[in-house]
């Protein structure tokens, strides 16, 4: 069964960084591409960034030049590294498989506040 579990999440003051790791199982990861996607309270699903198989990012503009999307293949994980978080960055986050939002996680919590 293909999975993902994601966590790293947590309450973080405006400004801070959180990394955030995203564990899978199940299917041969090296060989899909992942995304990391969001839902704020209320809104919908969030499209933040990309990594192709071998290493090759994409942004959305919500998030360019302050997340940083990585994974490492040997390990079967993928990665978002953010830095300089607001307060609307406050959301459930999610890894999907083959960027396909129907193949994600449980998510995990990020609450940005002062």
């Known amino acids: 069964e293909m999975q993902v579990v994601e966590s790293g999440g947590g309450s973080v003051q405006p400004g801070g960084s959180v990394r955030l790791s995203c564990a899978a199982s199940g299917f041969t990861f090296s060989d899909y591409y992942m995304c990391w996607v969001r839902q704020a309270p209320g809104k919908g699903l969030e499209y933040l960034s990309g990594?192709?198989?071998?290493?090759?990012?994409h942004y959305g503009d919500s998030v360019k030049d302050r997340f940083t999307i990585s994974r490492d293949n040997a390990k079967n994980m993928l990665y978002l590294q953010m830095n300089s978080l607001k307060i609307e960055d406050t959301a459930m986050y999610y890894c999907?498989?083959?960027?396909?939002?129907?193949?994600r996680g449980q998510g995990t919590q990020v609450t940005v506040s002062s």
């Open positions: 990594i192709s198989r071998d290493g090759v990012t």
């Open positions: 999907a498989i083959g960027c396909n939002y129907g193949k």
